[in-house]
């Protein structure tokens, strides 16, 4: 079993997630010192607890884990932080990777399985900070099948992985025209672009924006696996 001296602080808004991954820490020998599933409990306990390491979930308080963690970090220069999330690409979640805390570790919630491979970050995480090392991403590519899909997403241009995600919240080309500022020719442009990359073909029998929803919804983890 791994010991870890180092007081850790979990914040997830995840009822279920958090008190699981609390216990199972606990057993091997992680230093929990306190779970926070709200925005008020987690700037409470890191004002008084004075945790050495944060676990954040990137999806906490509607996708808010990254900035939250960046404000911790700008109060504790020196606090490890490790990210954990179900997407190995931020831009679906419209988080670019300059807006995560520096050396942070980022672990893939969906694959960790062996919870060894979150013990690891944990512990890996203040040296990585001291050592002021990149964003690294622990796990992020543990199945052939994910590969497939996260080669895709990897080629696409920020300006298409935007307009995907607009398109994944139910907005028309009109509306996501409207927000980028650009003609609703041009989205429609785009759109047939990322259409293409993923490899769908125009059929009028299928509807094409629901099948580009449905993989988004893959990648980022938002539909069972």
Same mark, same amino acid.
């Given at each position: 079993m791994t010991t870890m001296n180092e007081k850790v602080l979990l914040i997830n808004d995840d009822? /279920?997630? %958090?008190i699981t991954l609390s216990e199972v820490l606990n057993l091997r020998g992680i230093n929990i010192v306190g779970t926070a599933r709200s925005l008020v409990a987690a700037e409470s %306990? /890191? &004002?008084t607890l004075h945790p050495e390491v944060? !676990?954040?979930d990137v999806d906490f308080n509607h996708f808010d884990g990254v900035s939250f963690a960046t404000r911790m &970090?700008? &109060?504790?220069q020196a606090i490890g932080v490790v990210h954990t999330s179900t997407c190995s690409d931020l831009r679906l979640l419209g988080i670019q990777e300059c807006e995560i805390a520096p050396s942070a570790l980022m672990v893939m919630k969906r694959r960790i399985g062996d919870i060894e491979v979150l013990c690891d970050a944990i512990l890996h995480s203040t040296l990585a900070r001291i050592n002021n090392e990149k964003i690294l991403w622990v796990n992020r590519f543990p199945q052939l099948l994910e590969n497939s899909f996260?080669? !895709? !997403?990897?080629? %696409?241009t920020n300006i298409q992985v935007e307009t995907l995600r607009f398109l994944s919240q139910g907005l028309s080309n009109a509306e996501i025209a409207k927000v980028r500022f650009v003609s609703e020719k041009a989205v429609e442009q785009i +759109?047939?672009?990322i259409a293409l990359a993923m490899g769908f073909q125009c059929d009028r029998k299928r509807n094409m924006r629901v099948l580009m929803t449905n993989e988004f919804? &893959?990648? +980022?983890?938002?539909?069972?696996?």
């Amino acid at each position: 079993m791994t010991t870890m001296n180092e007081k850790v602080l979990l914040i997830n808004d995840d009822a /279920f997630e %958090l008190i699981t991954l609390s216990e199972v820490l606990n057993l091997r020998g992680i230093n929990i010192v306190g779970t926070a599933r709200s925005l008020v409990a987690a700037e409470s %306990l /890191f &004002r008084t607890l004075h945790p050495e390491v944060i !676990v954040v979930d990137v999806d906490f308080n509607h996708f808010d884990g990254v900035s939250f963690a960046t404000r911790m &970090r700008a &109060r504790n220069q020196a606090i490890g932080v490790v990210h954990t999330s179900t997407c190995s690409d931020l831009r679906l979640l419209g988080i670019q990777e300059c807006e995560i805390a520096p050396s942070a570790l980022m672990v893939m919630k969906r694959r960790i399985g062996d919870i060894e491979v979150l013990c690891d970050a944990i512990l890996h995480s203040t040296l990585a900070r001291i050592n002021n090392e990149k964003i690294l991403w622990v796990n992020r590519f543990p199945q052939l099948l994910e590969n497939s899909f996260m080669s !895709v !997403v990897q080629d %696409l241009t920020n300006i298409q992985v935007e307009t995907l995600r607009f398109l994944s919240q139910g907005l028309s080309n009109a509306e996501i025209a409207k927000v980028r500022f650009v003609s609703e020719k041009a989205v429609e442009q785009i +759109v047939a672009r990322i259409a293409l990359a993923m490899g769908f073909q125009c059929d009028r029998k299928r509807n094409m924006r629901v099948l580009m929803t449905n993989e988004f919804n &893959r990648w +980022v983890g938002s539909s069972a696996s």
